[in-house]
């Protein structure tokens, strides 16, 4: 597991309860692009949930769908838990353990209607991401939905001052990670078999794709 230093790191609110200023800054607008993709019922998996306040936001407004919170960090797994403990909703799953980027993870967690990942792309490597995207497409059911969203390059360039410095931070902390190009996602989950069905623009330049796994011939 990477140690990062991020601009917007996660804080202590009360006992293992962490919030992160970018989840509360980009729930809405990711919960008003969810609302017009997700299914009315099925299993939503949440790769790299973090502190835990999307998955409990999210699963109150769509009530339907049971959630399943997963992290790589122990720490995050308890603020999850401790979120789910204060605020509910019991729609929520225990959250598991999960590295969303080692190779076979989705030989034990098949058949997911909906799987969503925000912020994580530009942690890793393009090695890791390319393997987390393989199994992202292994691990949905047929017609499933994954719904990415994070910040990108687009046509090999950084969009803001914001972006420059952030991704220049990223990379002086390790050479192999940092802001992948959407043309090279793009491309990654076509290889992979994901359909396109959406792009959307969010606030702050950041980009949420959602790709489809084709139906069973
Ligand atoms: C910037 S935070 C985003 C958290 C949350 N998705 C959000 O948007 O608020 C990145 C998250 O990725 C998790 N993470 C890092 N590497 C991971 C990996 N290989 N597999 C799963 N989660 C990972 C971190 O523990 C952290 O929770």
Redesign the pocket.
């Known amino acids: 597991?990477?140690h990062l230093n991020?601009p917007d790191n996660s804080a202590p609110i009360d006992g293992a309860r962490r919030r992160?200023p970018?989840?509360e800054r980009?729930l809405e607008p990711i919960a008003a692009v969810l609302e017009q993709h997700l299914p009315k019922s099925g299993r939503v998996l949440e790769?790299?949930?973090?502190?835990g306040?999307?998955i409990v936001a999210l699963a109150a407004r769509f009530g339907g769908l049971t959630w399943q919170p997963?992290?790589?960090?122990p720490a995050?797994l308890e603020s999850i838990r401790a979120w789910v403990a204060e605020v509910g909703p019991d729609n929520v799953r225990p959250p598991l353990h999960?590295?969303?980027?080692e190779p076979g993870w989705a030989d034990t967690q098949a058949n997911w209607d909906v799987i969503c990942l925000?912020?994580?792309l530009h942690?890793?490597s393009a090695t890791?991401a390319e393997t987390l995207l393989t199994e992202v497409a292994r691990a949905l059911s047929p017609g499933g939905l994954f719904c990415l969203y994070g910040p990108f390059r687009r046509d090999g360039a950084l969009t803001s001052d914001g972006d420059k410095r952030f991704d220049a931070n990223l990379r002086a902390q390790d050479p192999a990670i940092g802001y992948k190009d959407f043309e090279w996602v793009e491309q990654v989950l076509a290889e992979c078999g994901l359909s396109p069905r959406a792009l959307h623009t969010m606030p702050a330049n950041n980009l949420m794709i959602v790709t489809r796994r084709p139906d069973q011939a």
């Open positions: 597991m990477r991020l992160a970018s989840a980009n790769l790299a949930s973090g502190t306040q999307h997963t992290d790589i960090d995050n999960l590295d969303a980027c925000t912020n994580l942690l890793i890791e």
